[in-house]
């Protein structure tokens, strides 16, 4: 995979898991700032995307995208917020994280 592609992968990863976790933050103090600065950080996530879109494709940002922060959003929520997940939702992670690693080996190799 191009590092390029990984590097901004991660960026937009790091932007959404903002906005995820200020949207969090909003649903427990109200404050309408915090919602504002959320849906910034969603926007800005959005137009990363797009240049991710076109140097991957569609099916591979969107898809390494959302696996990557359902991984670290539920890091988060475990660290930050003291949710925890069962153990059936562990394994729906495990198994995103294994097709992430196929995805991107698979494009690696030109498939």
Excluded: D, H, K
């Amino acid at each position: 995979m191009n590092p390029q592609f990984l590097l901004w992968l991660t960026g937009a990863m790091a932007i959404f898991i903002g906005g995820a976790t200020a949207s969090r933050a909003y649903i427990a103090n109200n404050n309408i700032l915090v919602l504002v600065l959320a849906l910034c950080l969603y926007c800005v996530g959005n137009l990363m995307m797009v240049r991710l879109m076109r140097e991957g494709g569609l099916g591979l940002a969107i898809s390494a995208s959302a696996i990557a922060q359902l991984v670290v959003v539920n890091i988060v929520a475990f660290i930050v917020f003291g949710e925890r997940l069962s153990l059936p939702q562990l394994a729906g992670v495990g198994l995103g994280i294994v097709a992430m690693v196929l995805m991107l080996f698979s494009a690696e190799r030109g498939a």
